[in-house]
């Protein structure tokens, strides 16, 4: 029994391996066939301040001149807490040569207030060949009052790009002290 169970791993490994190695391209086969241009972000916007329970709009202005823009990738960092994990969010098909529009973070909860959290968002956008644009940075504050700084519409196109799909969470809920527990 013990010698059929070693075969079976050695074949579990070696499937897995073949498989693995099998699907790893080099830079230059995805550049053969995908082109060498990396995507462009143009132009962004987001309001710096918003409230608790809002849903926060960043704006993206973006082209690929070889049309094969892939997928935004997000990371998320909160004051006092390690580093959210990496979000993708998938280009449609349409929008891989020149995209216009928003990726939204939902910030409603119903178990907590997040006012006076502060988190930075950072995103760039990768091709199917791996190339990555540049990265882009913002800042948000939950406040009691959101930013008055509008997107300009002739910019930017009204369009929901997709979600980023993180849970902001509050750390002093719960801790002593804190208005929560003074109710």
Request: glycine residues 4%; negative net charge.
């Amino acid at each position: 029994m013990d010698i059929f169970r070693r075969v079976k791993m050695v074949w579990l490994f070696v499937i897995v391996f073949v498989t693995f190695t099998l699907g790893c391209a080099t830079l230059e086969d995805r550049e053969a066939r995908y082109d060498s241009n990396p995507p462009v972000i143009t132009a962004t916007f987001a309001k710096d301040r918003i409230v608790s329970g809002d849903t926060w709009k960043i704006y993206v202005n973006a082209s690929d001149a070889d049309g094969d823009m892939d997928r935004f990738v997000c990371s998320t960092l909160q004051d006092g807490r390690h580093p959210y994990p990496f979000d993708l969010v998938k280009i449609k098909p349409e929008q891989r040569k020149k995209l216009s529009g928003y990726l939204y973070l939902p910030t409603y909860t119903s178990h907590q207030d997040l006012w006076g959290i502060h988190i930075e968002l950072s995103l760039y956008i990768v091709d199917k060949a791996g190339h990555k644009s540049d990265e882009n940075s913002f800042e948000l504050r939950f406040e009691s009052k959101a930013s008055d700084k509008e997107v300009d519409r002739t910019l930017f196109d009204d369009t929901p790009l997709g979600p980023i799909m993180i849970n902001i969470t509050n750390l002093d809920i719960g801790l002593p002290n804190t208005p929560e527990q003074s109710n």
